[in-house]
């Protein structure tokens, strides 16, 4: 690629900004008596002091750092971790965007919240369509890029569409596009393809995003990571929230993320039930076509989709919607759930009666 400085990218103003200084982290493992911080010193009320909640969390993680580097083979300085990935993404393009300058590129259908934290903070999101099989067109991004174009999304596996990108072509921008990239992995523990973590010390312009909400089941801790250069990483420190991740997250993560072979367990189960879910599927004449997954998920189109949704709405039985999004027309996303609930849904999905048999 290009030789790559983060600086000139960054919005000026954050170059000399001085974050909000912490004492626990200036002065952790020094601290004889913690008096800095206005805290509550005898505790929190009904935990023991081993268990309180009194002091405030470590600002930058350090101990889960360390046990994510193990796992991922990433160093902890290349690791940021924040309130789900959606703060990443938030963090990235208050960073590098400049409010009513400059935009991100995005690749529809994708997770929206791009565009949404694009919105919020006054950034222009400029719209490169995935092809009719959900694959990168590297003419439509070509055009979508200017000048002032800060950030090419790539969401692999894609959210709603369940599919990986075309490595090559992540490839391509990471080789030729002067600004960041960002590969955004939430589904990888699902697929048998290599993580974009492994291409760090390759592109310096690259940034992977990943989340604990899926696989590992930490949806209600709300934690996520960025693995990126130490130079962008500085930029993410600097401007993100003091305390952004909890004592609590990051000590019941801690405890998590020692159970790797169950973890594992509920991969390989989530597989077997999506492969069975979609064997299910493919015998209802109400089912059009199921689109290929490599995420905990997959998108299938129906017939009669809107009715479809709102019947299984009635009956308790909720999917994602997503049939007035273009290129998933007629589509519902579907959740592969444990084998009870994924039973109760193809059972559902047996008794509904489309509207054009009801009215012969």
């Not at 200084?21 to 008096?35: D, I, M, P, T, V």
């Not at 919240?113 to 995935?130: C, G, P, Q, R, T």
């Not at 500085?234 to 609590?248: A, D, E, R």
């Amino acid at each position: 690629m290009k030789s790559f400085s983060v600086e000139p990218l960054v919005r000026p103003h954050l170059l000399n900004l001085k974050p909000y200084a912490s004492a626990r982290s200036e002065f952790s493992g020094k601290a004889q008596a913690w008096l800095d911080a206005n805290e509550n010193a005898y505790g929190t009320p009904g935990r023991t002091i081993e268990n309180a909640f009194h002091r405030y969390p470590d600002p930058y993680q350090l101990k889960l750092k360390e046990q994510i580097s193990e796992i991922k083979n990433v160093p902890t300085d290349h690791i940021f971790l924040g309130n789900g990935s959606d703060e990443a993404i938030d963090l990235l393009i208050k960073v590098f965007c400049r409010p009513g300058l400059d935009n991100i590129v995005s690749l529809p259908p994708t997770f929206g919240m791009y565009e949404v934290a694009a919105s919020i903070n006054d950034v222009e999101v400029k719209s490169a369509s995935l092809t009719a099989d959900y694959q990168i067109d590297r003419a439509a991004v070509k055009e979508a890029v200017n000048e002032n174009t800060k950030i090419i999304f790539f969401c692999s596996p894609n959210n709603p569409t369940g599919n990986l990108l075309a490595t090559e072509d992540i490839l391509f921008f990471l080789k030729s596009f002067s600004s960041l990239v960002v590969v955004d992995e939430a589904y990888v523990d699902f697929t048998d393809q290599s993580s974009f973590v492994d291409r760090l010390a390759d592109y310096p312009n690259l940034v992977v995003l990943q989340t604990f909400s899926k696989a590992w089941g930490m949806a209600a801790l709300r934690l996520g990571a960025a693995f990126t250069s130490p130079d962008v990483l500085k930029f993410l420190n600097k401007v993100k929230m003091p305390y952004n991740v909890s004592t609590l997250t990051q000590q019941t993560a801690l405890e998590i993320l020692q159970n790797t072979e169950q973890y594992h367990s509920y991969i390989t189960a989530i597989k077997e039930q999506r492969n069975w879910l979609i064997t299910q599927l493919q015998s209802l004449e109400t089912v059009e076509k199921i689109y290929p997954s490599d995420a905990n998920f997959f998108l299938a189109t129906f017939a009669d989709a809107p009715d479809l949704y709102q019947f299984l709405v009635d009956q308790g039985v909720i999917v994602r919607n997503r049939s007035s999004v273009r290129l998933c027309e007629s589509g519902l996303r579907i959740t592969v759930g444990t084998e009870q609930e994924n039973q109760l849904l193809v059972e559902t999905l047996r008794q509904y009666q489309p509207k054009s048999i009801l009215n012969d």
